[in-house]
């Protein structure tokens, strides 16, 4: 899936830089609903307070 493809290019080359607090919300989030992740990535709805940094993180990184 895209999503997968999103976060694991993402995650294999930054999670061992996260920190404790970095690494759990990384774990939340990945819990969460495909298609919302996808969504948020994309922009096409309101990304969660608690995953604006990451959501960033992963959109910078993927040039989004």
């Given amino acids: ?17 996260f920190s404790d607090q970095e690494l759990s919300i ?3 989030f990945i819990e969460e609903y495909d298609v919302e992740i996808y969504d948020w990535i994309l922009a096409n709805k309101s990304v969660p ?3 604006q940094k990451l959501v960033k993180e992963i959109c910078n990184f993927h040039n989004l």
């Avoid at 899936?1 to 830089?17: H, Q, R, V, Y």
């Fill in 26 to 28: 990384y774990g939340d």
């Fill in 49 to 51: 307070n608690q995953y």
């Fill in 1 to 17: 899936k895209e999503t997968d493809i999103l976060l694991g290019n993402f995650a294999s080359k930054k999670i061992e830089s």
